[in-house]
């Protein structure tokens, strides 16, 4: 069983080193359900408590042959809880089930801190899975 398990989960991630001052650290992780449905993880670690942190948005892309299209994005409107608070840090999982079979799809996160002094962005593109 624990075989089944392990192998119905394949992980594609990204990790990024420290991006400036204000992100220590960030990663983004797209895996495959074995329903069928993509998982994805984000996590983000800020210096210090900060005014907002998380990710303004996630898209799920999928490749076109020319390029990636993006099939769904979740964004602050849809999904508010993507941005925390006065966190020194935030991490997510976010499910989506793809409308295509066979084909390679990846995640886009846009990381995004704030504190009094302003922002710190950050694009992070998973392993495609």
């Not at 996630?58 to 409107?77: D, H, K, L």
């Not at 793809?98 to 996160?109: I, L, Q």
Request: with cysteine; charged share 20%.
């Amino acid at each position: 069983l624990l075989c089944v398990v392990m192998l119905g989960s394949i992980p594609a991630h990204a990790v990024e080193a420290r991006a400036d001052d204000r992100i220590m650290n960030s990663t983004a992780t797209l895996s495959k359900k074995s329903n069928g449905d993509l998982s994805i993880y984000f996590s983000v670690r800020a210096n210090d408590v900060m005014e907002k942190v998380g990710a303004t948005s996630v898209a799920i892309q999928r490749s076109s042959g020319s390029g990636w299209t993006t099939e769904y994005a979740f964004n602050t409107s849809n999904t508010p809880t993507l941005l925390r608070e006065n966190k020194d840090r935030h991490s997510m999982v976010l499910t989506y089930s793809p409308r295509f079979n066979g084909v390679e799809y990846r995640a886009v996160v846009m990381i995004y801190v704030q504190d009094a002094s302003g922002t710190s962005t950050q694009q992070l593109i998973s392993k495609t899975i």
